[in-house]
């Protein structure tokens, strides 16, 4: 099993604020820049992950340690022998901080947690790039990731991805009986490894049929 421990990647402030739900990229007096400071020394971002062969069995996935029918995934893995599985995280930290402020400022809540979710998804994207780069002298490339929860793949699937992982022992990441994440700024993903690019126009988010999700990243 893989386990690395990433540096952070740049943050997007563009981002933050989206997932705020602040508009015209305002941040509407909300201390944008005083929420950064109070994470330096938070989060502590880990990622684990294997690569494991794929089968397709028309909208029935197989990755070797578990099989779960979604047609949304079975299509974005069309054409690719191979898939890669991670999970990620940002670490408790971020969590204990969210708490704090909750009790005692609920407009830094509200920011730290935008932060919290822009962390943990340029953490992903970061990796993605990272191991495409590391592919891409065999003739390879990374799909963009699918994560349950996504379309049509059951959020249940968590379960079998949190198996074969490892994520407990690994990188200190648990599941709850209701599919909750702790940390919960955390994500679990597949990702084809496809022979020839496929990065469909829209990213990740072209994959999923919620074009009217708060979070979709803007094209």
């Not at 578990?66 to 599985?85: F, H």
């Not at 379309?151 to 990441?173: N, T, V």
């Not at 919960?184 to 990740?204: D, F, L, M, N, Y």
Request: proline share 7%; aromatic share 6%.
């Amino acid at each position: 099993m893989n386990v690395a421990f990433p540096a952070e990647p740049p943050v997007s402030r563009r981002e933050v604020l989206r997932y705020a739900g602040c508009r015209n990229g305002e941040a509407q007096g909300l201390p944008l820049d005083e929420c950064l400071l109070l994470l330096k020394d938070h989060l502590s971002c880990r990622v684990v992950w294997e690569i494991f062969p794929l089968s397709l069995e028309g909208d029935v996935v197989d990755l070797g340690f578990a099989r779960v029918a979604s047609a949304k995934l079975s299509s974005a893995l069309s054409g690719c022998r191979q898939a890669l599985v991670f999970a990620a995280t940002v670490g408790l930290g971020m969590d204990r901080l969210i708490a704090r402020y909750e009790r005692v400022s609920p407009a830094t809540a509200l920011l730290l947690h935008a932060i919290g979710a822009e962390r943990i998804e340029s953490l992903c994207d970061a990796f993605c790039r990272e191991r495409d780069e590391a592919l891409s002298p065999s003739g390879l490339a990374l799909r963009p990731r699918f994560s349950p929860g996504y379309g049509d793949l059951p959020l249940s699937f968590q379960r079998d991805i949190f198996r074969a992982l490892e994520c407990e022992k690994r990188i200190g990441l648990t599941l709850t009986d209701t599919l909750l994440m702790s940390p919960s700024k955390s994500v679990t993903a597949i990702a084809g490894i496809s022979p020839c690019p496929a990065q469909p126009a829209g990213g990740r988010c072209a994959a999923c049929g919620k074009p009217d999700c708060a979070f979709r990243q803007q094209s």
